[in-house]
Nanobody, 120 residues
Framework: QVQLVESGGGLVQPGGSLRLSCAAS????????MAWYRQAPGKQREVVAI???????IYADSVKDRFTISRDNTKNTQYLQMNGLKPEDTAVYYC??????????????WGQGTQVTVSS
């Protein structure tokens, strides 16, 4: 069974940096698009950044020039480097990936979420 496991969240001061990781495991044949979403208290989940299978990246306007999404296909892992963090970046961050399994076809998978808190 495919699983996405996130790590790297925590508490950071405004202006600080964090790096999130999301590792996929299981019977993986191929991973297409990978993405990071976030959900702040009382708000809807929103997309933060997307990286396609060919490496094209797309960012929400609110994080452009501060966050960088990347992937290591040899490790089935995606990353989110977050610099210049602001209090409004506080949220639970979720990774998502479109994964083709060897025998089941392509499905969308979610990580368990990791808390990022930006506060002085």
């Amino acid at each position: 069974q495919v699983q996405l496991v996130e790590s790297g969240g925590g508490l950071v001061q405004p202006g600080g940096s964090l790096r999130l990781s999301c590792a996929a495991s299981g019977s993986i044949f191929n991973i297409d698009a990978m993405a990071w979403y976030r959900q702040a208290p009382g708000k809807q989940r929103e997309v933060v950044a997307i990286i396609t299978g060919s490496g094209r990246t797309i960012y929400a306007d609110s994080v452009k020039d501060r966050f960088t999404i990347s992937r290591d296909n040899t490790k089935n892992t995606q990353y989110l480097q977050m610099n210049g963090l602001k209090p409004e970046d506080t949220a639970v961050y979720y990774c998502n990936a479109a994964i083709t399994e060897a025998t089941r076809g392509t499905y969308s998978y979610w990580g368990q979420g990791t808390q990022v808190t930006v506060s002085s």
